[in-house]
């Protein structure tokens, strides 16, 4: 089956006529939209399905790798404007240089780069670099889509935006590389897992911006300046001025798009004439003003000199903010779209590439040391400087490596200052833990932290310290931690890699699955509840979803679906012909529930019974969700009258023991007997 884009980029069966998530019109199914080198096969594998977009340096395509099972991937094609050998091989060696430095990063938040190669068009080079195919969707676009809804970003999300990106460019900047291009559009939400992504690296940019000012010098009678990367606006002025750039001048450009983000106006709009004018636009905490500010101080001594001050300066600042901050935000579940490219201009000729093509093999891989990496923050709130440092560092010393083709080796991790190596070994058995368990260590804190401040609300706002003094809080906070971790081992794998990253669009999506069983979401919520509450038996009832605890409850409710759908967790009770009643029986585990459904018939008169060996709950619910309960998670083991209305009948048993439970259930329906005088 061929796939169809729209001009957005979103891939569509090829029997669609209009397209699955914007519904614009698509074209003629008899082929792909063409464009550029759609249908062509570079580099012997690569074949060209769509183009993405064009700029200055050339265009970007979607393709597939042949030798990688077909799998997506994107080719970006830098076709400097050079003539003859010499000028070529220029060209090639500033990129392949380039294309060593993106080589070398290895990173979760960054498309990892597969190779740079060479094919040749009617005598001309093309230069082709090939990243990792990205589902999801710029903040770009995200953007406009609030701006649509009139809901823009708020404070908790930007805030968490910056804890998810702050380690990356921690991490970049420690592989001596500045990114130079961070927008809106070179930002993207990843579909698969809800994480920002860092894209479109400037340094290739840069390298053929290069090449043809070369071109132009040589050819121009007078001098002509090299051509400077960055965003007018989200770049600061030594870079556009003097093409100096630093780790802040990264830490600039990330709050220019947050100020864009915020407001929905561009960062020349808002910082022109009186710099702060834009804190008239947003309502936002004192601190979160005063980190942002410094970001975009215009004296670049007076920026925060690294990603790592400014995760430091955030979190002293998180204990003022709401808890949700540390959560994804419910408007982030969005349609996935394709990867966008952000080169913009004048379309290249068309044509075909030989077959021949050169294939300039990529630098080495450096061998990165174990830990948490740089995208771990635990402690959030409680912790400080130094606990922020512990776990966000990638244990590797902070220099720039200038021979990336030369794998780096792993060295010893660095001592935490003042702490005592009992208590870094137990930290670092933490974090083993942790990651054994594949659960976030953002999501671990925010459990944590409510612990930590319900049994200590006087100190709530205040940082732990390296001293002495703080050793018994922080021991306290390590055990917090890993009573969490106890209680978190029971759930699937897969549901606890995804704590942090639910939302309000997983409950809708749960919502819809479980009204296609023809159960309603009140049966699901029963099933999930039993499983939650045996778990965590000291939780609160009330506001569930709005704490951290919430992503807990969405996880166990994903697995309960599943296990509706397995038909472990769900059975449907047929009367059979000719007769009047039915039973079933069943064998339930500590916190277990399993949900009947029935199809009966208005006016019949019903009698439900349930019979269990230890303490349990029935819950009987019409097929109107918005009718009454006949029984709510009642302790009642019995209820009979005439139904109201016709469709299926929701029955769910859950154990209240400790211990498993056997039970039998019987359902008896009539339709010509008189229905007793009340349900009972």
């Not at 708020?154 to 961070?182: F, K």
């Not at 003097?242 to 780790?247: I, M, N, Q, T």
């Not at 609160?540 to 709005?546: A, I, K, S, T, V």
């Amino acid at each position: 089956m061929k796939t169809l884009f729209c001009s957005q980029g979103h891939n569509n069966p090829d029997d669609n006529r209009f397209c699955r998530l914007c519904g614009e019109m698509l074209p003629a199914s008899s082929g792909l939209p063409l464009g550029g080198l759609a249908g062509q096969t570079l580099g012997l594998r690569y074949r060209v399905l769509h183009e993405l977009g064009h700029g200055g340096f050339g265009r970007t395509y979607l393709a597939e790798d042949t030798n990688r099972f077909h799998e997506f991937c994107v080719l970006k094609e830098f076709a400097p404007q050079v003539q003859g050998t010499e000028a070529l091989h220029k060209a090639e060696e500033l990129f392949e240089r380039e294309a060593g430095i993106l080589y070398k990063l290895q990173h979760p938040q960054i498309p990892r780069f597969r190779e740079l190669f060479q094919a040749d068009w009617q005598g001309k080079g093309r230069l082709f670099l090939v990243q990792d195919y990205v589902e999801g969707e710029t903040y770009q676009a995200l953007l406009r889509s609030r701006q649509a809804q009139n809901h823009p970003f708020t404070e908790p999300e930007i805030t968490q935006l910056l804890l998810q990106l702050l380690p990356v460019l921690d991490y970049i900047h420690a592989c001596g590389v500045i990114h130079r291009d961070i927008s809106p559009d070179n930002l993207m939400l990843r579909t698969a897992d809800r994480s920002p992504i860092l894209i479109d690296f400037g340094g290739v940019k840069q390298a053929a911006a290069e090449v043809n000012s070369q071109l132009r010098r040589s050819l121009a009678a007078t001098p002509v300046n090299i051509t400077r990367l960055g965003k007018v606006g989200y770049a600061p002025s030594e870079q556009m001025d003097r093409g100096e750039v630093f780790p802040h001048s990264d830490l600039y450009a990330l709050a220019a798009t947050v100020l864009v983000l915020l407001t929905g106006k561009e960062p020349q709009d808002l910082l022109a004439g009186n710099r702060r004018q834009w804190q008239r636009q947003v309502n936002l905490s004192p601190k979160l003003v005063t980190i942002l500010n410094r970001m975009l101080d215009p004296n670049p001594a007076k920026r925060y000199q690294s990603a790592q001050a400014v995760l430091e300066a955030l979190g002293s600042s998180l204990s003022a903010l709401d808890n949700s901050a540390t959560q994804p935000p419910n408007e982030y579940r969005s349609p996935s779209a394709l990867y966008p490219a952000t080169l913009a201009v004048a379309p290249a000729q068309v044509g075909q590439f030989t077959q021949a093509a050169t294939v300039y093999p990529p630098a080495k891989r450096p061998r990165r040391a174990s830990g948490f990496g740089a995208i771990a923050l635990l402690l959030l709130a409680a912790g400080t400087a130094w606990f922020t440092w512990w776990i966000a560092h990638d244990w590797q010393p902070k220099q720039p490596q200038t021979q990336p083709s030369k794998p780096t080796t792993a060295v010893t991790k660095p001592p935490i200052p003042q702490l005592s190596q009992a208590e870094q070994d137990r930290k670092q058995a933490l974090n083993q833990r942790r990651e054994s368990l594949g659960i976030d260590a953002g999501f671990l804190s925010s459990l944590v932290n409510e612990a930590f401040y319900a049994k200590h609300p006087d100190r709530r706002g205040r940082q732990l310290t390296t001293d002495k003094a703080d050793a018994a809080f922080r021991a306290e906070w390590d055990q917090l931690a890993n009573q969490w971790l106890d209680q978190l081992k029971p759930l699937s794998s897969d549901a606890r890699s995804r704590l942090g990253q639910y939302t309000d669009a997983d409950l809708q999506a749960r919502q819809t699955a479980v009204n296609q069983l023809n159960l309603s979401s009140r049966a699901l919520n029963d099933l999930t509840d039993a499983r939650f509450f045996n778990l965590f038996p000291d939780q609160p009832r009330q506001n569930l979803l709005n704490q951290p605890i919430g992503q807990v409850w969405q996880a166990i409710a994903a697995e309960q679906l599943n296990a509706v759908k397995a038909g472990t967790a769900l059975e449907t009770i047929k009367v059979p012909e000719g007769q009047f009643s039915q039973q079933v029986s069943g064998l339930l585990k500590a916190g277990e529930g399993k949900a009947y459904i029935a199809q009966l018939t208005k006016e019949q008169v019903i009698q439900i019974k349930l019979q269990a060996n230890q303490a349990t709950r029935l819950s009987i619910y019409p097929p109107t969700s918005k009718a009454a309960a006949l029984l709510d998670d009642s302790a009642k083991t019995s209820w009979s009258g005439k139904l109201a209305e016709s469709g299926f009948y929701e029955i769910v048993v859950v154990s209240d023991a400790s211990g498993s439970t056997n039970y039998d259930l019987s359902l008896a329906a009539a339709d010509n007997i008189s229905s007793p005088d009340t349900a009972r």
